[in-house]
Structure formats: structure tokens, C-alpha cells
């Protein structure tokens, strides 16, 4: 099927559903072809072939989005609402954890809410401490919701394909950094099962336990540290909640040492309940503590240098394996 970008897929994962469901629709600030298809062009082209009534351009308003992303879902549609930046779902928070969230519960199951919020965000891009936050452990903490994000162009198109057909909300997250990078295009119809992790490296010495961006750094220092006899293998979340725990059970009862990585601040990250779930249920199997890295505990800088020092970088992650490992 040749290459595509992670842009380029998750385009043509909503279009191939808008073409299959009627009911599937987009929702956002500047998503239509008038406004540019959207400010990362991911629904660009989409109003042209869909018309203007399934994808929607709204009025500068999370709530009012979310708010009526909401009411068409209980009405059986499956909306596709596009919270532009990471850092505005707070605008929206009562409609998603008060409403998308917990109607189903509230109802006794008699109301399915099948809706995907489409947001972005990422540090490196100096788009400053408004937004470029990773907030993935807000969503995680709220029953009913299910958070998801890629690192690569397949898995996005197959977890948009998922998370659109799935009868819950769904917090679908995209880094800025990963748009442009390219995999083989797995096809039309292609789907990752939500709440599957993948191995994207085996090894045996020590599981580092990841998800969307920071994947990509996992990769190059299991590859750098091969050249030192040390294998690392690399646990691709993908769901981040709920979480694939079964597969990251298994990988640390076999290398025996684990390590937590993601984007976002350290303290009270995802890594932590990770770190406390091995610690539980693989204290038998531990050859030492669960160790974290994440990012600065700080908003995330505007200048160019603090936000490259507040990002968590290879050599940090690397220490912190040589550490566990004895080799430091």
C-alpha cells in the first residue's frame, strides 16, 4: 500500500468511516474546507466529499462543542470532535467528565455515548506552557472514558478506526511531532484493538513501558544500548486506558526490572500507577524498584533552551536503565 504520513492516516481512517456510516460526523474550529481543513489539515478534503452538515466548523467554543458531541451521540450518531489544543479540554471538562463520561453509568446502560475527541499537543514546538501539555493522566483517573494515543501512522489509523466503532467516549491524543512521520500504510478497514499493547522491541533485560511520542526514544536507546549487551524491551501502550496490564505483567516477570516513560510531568503521572501495579503484582518477580521518567515538574517553558531542558531526554532514560541495571 506504499507510505503514509500519521496525518495522512488519520485522515483516511475518518474518511473511510464517514463513507461507511452515515452517522459518523466531524466537529471542530476551522475543520471544514473554508476554514483549511482544520489547523493540521487531519480533516482536510473531508467537506468536500461529505458536505458541510457532516463536517462542521464551529464557533470558538470547547464547551459548546463537546456539549453537542454529546447530545448527538445519545441520539445515535457517532461524532468526531476536534478540541484543536490539549490544554483547552479544560475549558470543556464538565461536559466530557460529567456528562460524556458517566451517562451510560447514570442510566443504567440504557444510553451509549459513542464519541472520539480528537486533540493534540507535544513539547518541542514552542507553543509554551498553554499548549503543549501532555494531560493524558486527567482522562486515565475518569471512569468511562477510554484514552488512546499512536506513535506510529499505522497504529493511528487503526485505533481512529477502532475508537470511532467503540460505544464509549474516546480521548484520542496526537503529538504535534509525530504528524509527518511515516509507516506502511496497513490499508482500508485496518483496526488496533483498543486496550492491546504491542512489544515494539523484545529484550530481556529490562521492560521500559511507554506510549505516543516517547516510543520513538525508547526505540533509540534499546538500539544504542544493544551495542552495550543490554536488551531492552519496549512496550508500546497504545491504550492508555485502560491499559493493556496483562501484557505489561508479562514483560516484567520476564526481564525482572521495569521503567516508566512519558511526556508528561513525573509526579502523579500515568507511570506511577504502572509503577505501583508491577510493584503488586510482581513484587515475586522485581530484581529491583520500578523506576520513572517523565517530564519536569513545571509548565512547559517557552525559550527554546528551557523547553529542551524540560523535555525528558535519552540520556536520562539511559541513566536511569543503567541504574537499575547495576551499570551506572
Known amino acids: 500500500m506504499g507510505e503514509i504520513t500519521l496525518a ?83 475549558v470543556c471538562m464538565d461536559q466530557i467528565v460529567n456528562h460524556a463520561a458517566k451517562l451510560r453509568f447514570m442510566s443504567g446502560g440504557q444510553t451509549n ?93 529490562i521492560s521500559l513501558i511507554t506510549y505516543g511520542r516517547t516510543v520513538l526514544d525508547a526505540l533509540a536507546v534499546a538500539g544504542e544500548l544493544a551495542s552495550e549487551g543490554i536488551s531492552v524491551e519496549v512496550i508500546d501502550l497504545r491504550t492508555i486506558a485502560p491499559y493493556d496490564e496483562a501484557a505489561v505483567l508479562a514483560s516484567v516477570r520476564k526481564t525482572g526490572l521495569a521503567l516508566t516513560l512519558h511526556e508528561a ?10 509503577a505501583a501495579t508491577i510493584q503488586e503484582k510482581c513484587w515475586d518477580y522485581l530484581k529491583g524498584p520500578v523506576r520513572r521518567v517523565g517530564g519536569t515538574f513545571s509548565p512547559v517553558p517557552f525559550a527554546t533552551v528551557l523547553e529542551q531542558a524540560w523535555i525528558p531526554t535519552k540520556a536520562q532514560i539511559i541513566e536511569q536503565i543503567k541504574a537499575a541495571l547495576g551499570r551506572s
Open 8 to 90: 495522512q492516516a488519520l485522515n483516511r481512517a475518518i474518511d473511510e468511516a464517514m463513507a461507511d456510516d452515515p452517522g459518523v460526523f466531524c466537529l471542530g474550529e476551522d475543520v471544514a474546507a473554508k476554514q483549511g481543513g482544520g489547523v493540521f489539515k487531519i480533516t482536510s478534503g473531508l467537506s468536500e466529499k461529505y458536505g458541510e452538515h457532516r463536517v462542521r466548523a464551529t464557533p470558538i467554543s470547547e464547551t459548546a462543542i463537546v456539549g453537542a458531541a454529546v447530545g448527538a451521540a445519545l441520539a445515535g450518531q457517532r461524532p468526531i470532535a476536534e478540541i484543536m489544543l490539549m490544554n483547552f479540554v479544560g
Open 113 to 205: 455515548v459513542p464519541l472520539v475527541i480528537r486533540t493534540t499537543t507535544g513539547v518541542g514546538v514552542g507553543f509554551g506552557g498553554q499548549h503543549s501539555d501532555m494531560l493524558e493522566a486527567w482522562f486515565a483517573h475518569v471512569a468511562g472514558l477510554h484514552v488512546v494515543t499512536p506513535s506510529n501512522a499505522a497504529d493511528a489509523r487503526g485505533l481512529m478506526r477502532s475508537a470511532i466503532e467503540c460505544n464509549d467516549p474516546v480521548i484520542f491524543i496526537e503529538n504535534i511531532l509525530c504528524y509527518g512521520l511515516k509507516s506502511e500504510d496497513p490499508g482500508p478497514g485496518y483496526r488496533v484493538p483498543m486496550g492491546k499493547a504491542a512489544v515494539a522491541r523484545e529484550g530481556s533485560d
Open 265 to 274: 510531568v513525573r509526579p502523579f503521572g500515568t507511570g506511577a500507577e504502572l
